[in-house]
């Protein structure tokens, strides 16, 4: 199970970014380029997943799509894992005030629900994929900053870092190069499941018509596109929706397995959760 | 645990100044003039002006933090500009609705991943609790405006068996509450298994069992109680997403609530109306974590601060 699930994660999710990376070899039409009188069209051998109430090409709309869709998981998970660890090594390295302070402080980030804020921001801002991916990972750091606060509280006592201190390195080295890679596991693991919740986010704020604008391409756009013709084309709803869960559930497999073969050793019997 | 419970109450209150400050600052820190961030510079001058009013703009700025939080103190959220009417009332209208769907979609949760969590881990490693554990990773992976959108084809336009959107009778609450509900539940699903899994080796059941108990009671008297302590924890975290899922679920279904609202509002450049929505949810949210953490306690003797 565990590395079946690796393997179908990978293999999706390779798939999906080669798709992105050459959707300019790969579609076989532009995704700007209208057809009106060919507006909702059904997948046919021209067109193998239909066209869009405006006659463009689903799968290409789809291909250029994922780039953006990927682009800003990766941009936020990147963005959200640096904040995170630059500040949860802070707060476990050094404990005490500076511990209360930056924790609470995560405490804060973490007491507001999910993607509301970054929907206030998104609209303040607006629209653009920068703005996104700020609005983005303003909120999705603390959780990563909680991980490592708390794999480094564990870690500093061990005997390695005692060592590493008293020989008189400085806490930058101490950290950078004896604390962090030995509790960096858990955070991978986050990262997976982080990867997931980014792109969900940023097809929710498109779909509301609050994140990428048309007619730049992107999957919640489209699914949001599609939502005034759910009977006449229900392909404009099918194959949106089924990439960004395609990308989701990989993400989550990996998570889920990279976190039961990281923990199966310590935890005994710990389930994914 | 009078103490503890009166300290967490106290807590509530740090966090609440922390979350409108939070507000407050975001709204204020828009580089630019601010009325024309929030109103476009094609707004009405009487418009312009009630805002300038009532954020205190010509103010310095920690003026401005005081007179935002003192009003708020007084439940003075301001005015809204598209709806002419104070910013508490129309939240205090919408409330109820959000609020309904909220719990519907919990109940939802709940019915489904208590019984299926607990029965994948009593028969841990078959075949059902493999497609079980499947079928919760799908429910957890599946976007709520794509579950939305598919459920209203097959149950609405397809089957014609429930309405497509709106708040009319109990009907129009399934779909909006499925939609809701079903990542929460494969969520809650995961959790009670896995912690029926960590529980089932403990020594306390082996005793139960030992000492030749029924594995009914075994089962509903000594796993199961045990179980849902962290279930409750899990609860509290979730209602937050139930809360910010709704922005999306109300705005597939037409649904009435503060989500819809907000988003309403967004486009509308109501920004009183929308610094009340979000005041309201992340208050919300405050409290269910608050009520969640005194559950919390009472289930468990051995929690304390």
């Not at chain 1, 894992?81 to 924790?103: P, Q, R, T, Y």
């Not at chain 1, 993607?115 to 983005?136: E, F, K, Q």
């Amino acid at each position: 199970m565990k590395r079946t699930g690796v393997l179908i994660g990978c293999s999706i999710l390779i798939l999906l970014v080669l798709s992105a990376m050459f959707a300019p070899i790969l579609a076989p039409y532009s995704p700007f380029e209208l057809h009106l009188e060919q507006g909702l069209s059904a997948p046919s051998s021209s067109h193998i997943l239909g066209q869009d109430k405006l006659g463009r090409d689903v799968f290409s709309r789809i291909l250029y799509g994922g780039r953006v869709s990927l682009g800003v998981g990766v941009a936020v998970t990147m963005i959200s894992v640096s904040i995170g660890i630059l500040v949860g090594s802070i707060a476990g390295f050094f404990g005490g005030k500076v511990d209360s302070v930056l924790m609470r402080l995560v405490d804060i980030v973490l007491s507001f629900p999910g993607i509301l804020l970054a929907i206030v921001m998104a609209a303040i801002l607006g629209p653009s994929v920068l703005n996104i991916v700020i609005a983005l990972s303003i909120l999705g750091w603390g959780g990563f900053a909680r991980v490592i606060r708390g794999q480094i509280l564990v870690a500093r006592s061990e005997d390695y870092i005692l060592a590493a201190t008293a020989l008189g390195l400085p806490p930058t080295r101490v950290i950078l190069r004896h604390l962090l890679p030995n509790v960096i596991a858990p955070v991978i693991v986050e990262a997976a499941f982080g990867m997931g919740h980014a792109i969900v986010a940023e097809a929710s704020l498109s779909f509301l018509g609050l994140g990428i604008q048309p007619p730049m391409p992107s999957w919640g756009g489209m699914l949001s596109d599609s939502k005034s013709f759910l009977m006449l084309a229900p392909h404009l709803v099918t194959v949106p929706g089924l990439t960004i869960m395609a990308v989701v559930v990989s993400f989550n497999l990996l998570g889920d397995s990279l976190r039961d073969s990281l923990f199966a050793g310590r935890g005994g019997k710990r389930q994914s959760q | 645990m009078a103490r503890y419970l009166f300290l967490r109450l106290l807590s509530v209150f740090p966090l609440a100044l922390g979350v409108a400050t939070g507000v407050f600052f975001l709204i204020h820190l828009i580089p630019g003039d601010p009325i024309d961030m929030m109103l476009g510079e094609s707004a009405a001058s009487a418009d312009r002006a009630a805002l300038r009013e009532t954020l205190h703009l010509d103010e310095p700025i920690v003026k401005q933090y005081g007179h935002f939080i003192l009003s708020l103190a007084q439940g003075d959220l301001g005015q809204s500009f598209s709806m002419k009417k104070p910013v508490l009332d129309v939240l205090l209208s919408r409330y109820p609705a959000t609020i309904q769907l909220a719990l519907a979609a919990l109940l939802i949760a709940i019915t489904l991943a208590v019984p299926l969590g607990l029965f994948s881990a009593l028969r841990h490693g078959s075949f059902s609790d493999q497609f079980i554990l499947l079928s919760s990773l799908l429910g957890v992976s599946i976007p709520n405006f794509w579950l939305g959108p598919l459920l209203i084809i097959f149950f609405s336009l397809k089957l014609n068996l429930l309405p497509v959107s709106g708040r009319e009778g109990l009907l129009s609450f399934v779909l909006p509450a499925l939609t809701l509900g079903v990542g929460m539940s494969a969520i809650l699903l995961r959790i009670t298994r896995a912690s029926v899994l960590d529980i089932i080796g403990k020594e306390y059941i082996l005793t139960a069992r030992a000492k030749g108990l029924p594995e009914r009671i075994v089962i509903t008297k000594h796993l199961f109680r045990n179980a849902l302590i962290p279930l409750i924890t899990v609860l509290g975290l979730q209602f937050g997403a139930l809360l910010t899922g709704a922005i999306i679920t109300e705005t597939i279904f037409s649904w009435p609530g503060l989500g819809r609202l907000t988003i309403s509002a967004i486009y509308t450049r109501d920004y009183p109306l929308v610094q009340g929505c979000v005041l309201a949810i992340a208050f919300t949210y405050l409290l269910v974590s608050l009520l969640v953490d005194i559950l919390y306690a009472m289930a468990d003797p051995r929690v304390r601060y």
